[in-house]
Antibody, heavy 122, light 110 residues
Framework: QVQLVQSGAEVKNPGASVKVSCKAS????????IHWVRQAPGQGLEWMGI????????LYAEKLQDRVTMTSDTSTSTVYMDLNNLRSEDTAIYYC???????????????WGQGTLVTVSS | QSVLTQPPSVSAAPGQKVTISCSGS????????VSWFQQFPGTAPKLLIY???QRPSGIPDRFSGSKSGTSATLGITGLQTGDEADYYC???????????FGGGTKLTVL
């Protein structure tokens, strides 16, 4: 079945970096975009960015543009989200989700990964 | 603040119908498809409606979506206690070149 499996929880100090992975299975990895969405405790969903796993398109939310990098490894069907210079307000659950290709959109996001809790605390 | 506006909460009795609105603008909802997601506490969001009004396989026809102009609506009929969850609308914003979600609506089935 189509599945996205994310890496485990992380605890980081302020100013550090975190790299979250999202491994895809059950479909052709390069045929769909991957979105990253985060959710701070008790808050709503925040769109972070999108990557074309086969290369090319990468778009990031403006507020994160200077701190986030999304990459992909087609040999392992894995997408990575790197966030640097972490702050307490980056504490959140980070989700990856598969989305349509051809053009960036939120026509649908399915499935979602199980989420990765990143805690930023000194 | 969210680009898309949803009511923070809605409530209705079991068996009744409820609608959740999602208000946007010409740069997002009016010119892009809308999706809806259901999220239970401690779990990842789940796709409920795609392409404004389409249901993925396995989603009951009690759930419906519609769009008109700069607004979209999620409808749920025959409410069940198991429908208590947070609901989010999502779409693309052409001006921001970014995805956008509503702030979420908590549904309570009284």
């Amino acid at each position: 079945q189509v599945q996205l499996v994310q890496s485990g929880a992380e605890v980081k100090n302020p100013g550090a970096s975190v790299k979250v992975s999202c491994k895809a299975s059950g479909y052709t990895f390069t045929s769909y975009y991957i979105h990253w969405v985060r959710q701070a405790p008790g808050q709503g969903l925040e769109w972070m960015g999108i990557i074309n796993p086969s290369g090319g398109t990468r778009l990031y939310a403006e507020k994160l543009q200077d701190r986030v990098t999304m990459t992909s490894d087609t040999s392992t069907s894995t997408v990575y989200m790197d966030l640097n210079n972490l702050r307490s307000e980056d504490t959140a659950i980070y989700y990856c989700a598969r989305g349509p290709k051809n053009t960036p959109s939120l026509r649908w996001l399915d499935p979602w990964g199980q989420g990765t809790l990143v805690t930023v605390s000194s | 603040q969210s680009v898309l506006t949803q009511p923070p909460s809605v409530s209705a009795a079991p068996g009744q119908k409820v609608t959740i609105s999602c208000s946007g603008s010409s740069s997002n909802i009016e010119n892009n498809y809308v999706s809806w997601f259901q999220q239970f506490p401690g779990t990842a969001p789940k796709l409920l409606i795609y392409d404004n009004d389409q249901r993925p396989s396995g989603i009951p026809d009690r759930f419906s979506g519609s769009k008109s102009g700069t607004s979209a609506t999620l409808g749920i009929t025959g409410l069940q206690t198991g429908d208590e969850a947070d609901y989010y609308c999502g779409t693309w914003d052409n001006s921001l070149s970014a995805g956008a979600f509503g702030g979420g609506t908590k549904l309570t089935v009284l």
